[in-house]
């Protein structure tokens, strides 16, 4: 019996057998500009001829699944013939959901897994849950630890102890990836270029040059210098999908100080932006969200818990998710979370070598296990039972 694991994100799917490798598929459907009527699907990204003006069709809004059509597209395209060929009468499926789902949204989830693609076994988890898992396996020592998952809709703050996760002290933050896009074309669109329409672009400019200050303010007094002396300047070269296909950063060595350039590329200069888009993780407040930043949030969650488990959590900080890959990101949650804490406590902050798949590795894990058999609901019991089973067996 295979078992396919499917970290559902809002932005990518971490998919792929558990006795296989992990590929990370755009979890959306996108239409361009030039070819209105074509609808691409995932991975078929690759296939447009001018990504420029780029429709985004996304499954999930603010953070839960709510467009069924678009969903179900993917996943036809993920388990069909092009990618996964999935022979749904001989696979278990491991699929995450966000925290605290609908129940609407679980019940839906139940019937297309196993009425519409007839999987034979399903296990519903949160991701964290397997990034917890990863963790305990990897630190076979350690009791508890707190996952951070910083991702395209929200940041999530759980305790996990003994693999059970503690609901009085999960904390959400909403700031995601997508915020951080959303504000950083805002911006520029503010500053010197209508990109306002140009998501996909503006998103792997933010991946390119964004980075976490460690100095906010010092940061900010560098910015302002003129010439040679502004080290956070950067000039991003903007694709025009016909000669450059993807932006760039100038090497600092061919960048004009003052003027303009010679060559017909067309740049976007990005100085505070660089570190004042990631902040938006450490103070919501910058833009108007009434929230707790990231090490805040981290500290007022272990706050929540019984006193003698506070020095296992500090000392076990897993970061995941796609935010956690900015630059100079985990030594910010460290020194921060640092100074909020007591003297007495050990502080250690853990990225993972890809924060993206470590919860789809923790998922392969958990299929591994001997008692996977006891955690899915199979088919059989789902059809005698209904969504109930489903309920008592996932901790959603």
């Not at 993917?74 to 491991?94: A, C, H, P, R, S």
């Not at 200069?269 to 969200?289: C, Q, Y």
């Amino acid at each position: 019996m295979a078992t396919l694991v499917l970290d559902n994100g809002a932005y990518n799917a971490k998919i792929g057998y558990s006795h296989a490798n992990v590929s990370v598929i755009p979890n959306c459907q996108f239409r361009s500009k030039t070819a209105r009527l074509k609808t691409f699907t995932a991975n078929q990204l690759d296939e447009i001829k001018d990504p420029s003006g780029l429709f985004y069709i996304l499954p999930f809004q603010k953070g839960y699944l709510v467009n069924w059509d678009v969903q179900r597209q993917v996943w036809d395209y993920l388990f069909g013939k092009e990618m996964y060929q999935v022979d749904f009468v001989d696979t278990n499926i491991i699929i995450t959901e966000p925290y605290f789902n609908f129940t609407s949204i679980q019940e839906s989830m139940n019937e297309i897994l196993f009425e519409e693609y007839q999987f034979q076994a399903v296990l519903r988890v949160n991701a964290g849950a397997l990034s917890a898992h990863r963790y305990f396996r990897d630190n076979p020592s350690e009791l508890c630890c707190i996952i951070v998952d910083s991702g395209y809709s929200f940041t999530h703050i759980v305790p996990y102890c003994r693999s059970k996760k503690k609901k009085e002290a999960i904390i959400r933050i909403n700031v995601g990836g997508k915020l951080l896009t959303n504000h950083l074309k805002e911006i520029i669109s503010y500053r010197q270029l209508h990109v306002m329409d140009e998501t996909h672009v503006i998103n792997q400019v933010k991946e390119d040059v964004c980075y976490v200050s460690q100095d906010f303010y010092k940061d900010m007094d560098i910015a302002k210098l003129k010439g040679e002396e502004n080290t956070v300047m950067v000039d991003y070269v903007l694709p025009d999908f016909s000669t450059i296909k993807k932006g760039f950063c100038k090497p600092r060595e061919e960048m004009v100080l003052s003027g303009k350039y010679k060559t017909g590329e067309q740049t976007l200069r990005l100085t505070n932006e660089r570190f004042a888009v990631p902040e938006i993780l450490f103070h919501p407040s910058d833009i108007g969200i009434q929230e707790m930043g990231i090490p805040e949030a981290i500290v007022y969650s272990i706050q929540n818990l019984p006193e003698e488990m506070q020095p296992h959590f500090f000392k076990n900080i897993v970061l995941t998710g796609g935010n956690t890959l900015f630059p100079g990101f985990r030594d910010r949650v460290y020194s921060e979370v640092r100074c909020l804490t007591p003297t007495d406590y050990d502080v250690s902050v853990v990225l993972p070598e890809n924060p993206i798949t470590y919860s789809w590795e923790g998922g392969k894990l958990i299929s591994e296990n001997d008692d996977f058999e006891d955690m899915v609901v199979t088919r059989e019991d789902y059809e005698e039972h209904g969504h109930n089973i489903c309920e008592e067996k996932f901790d959603i």
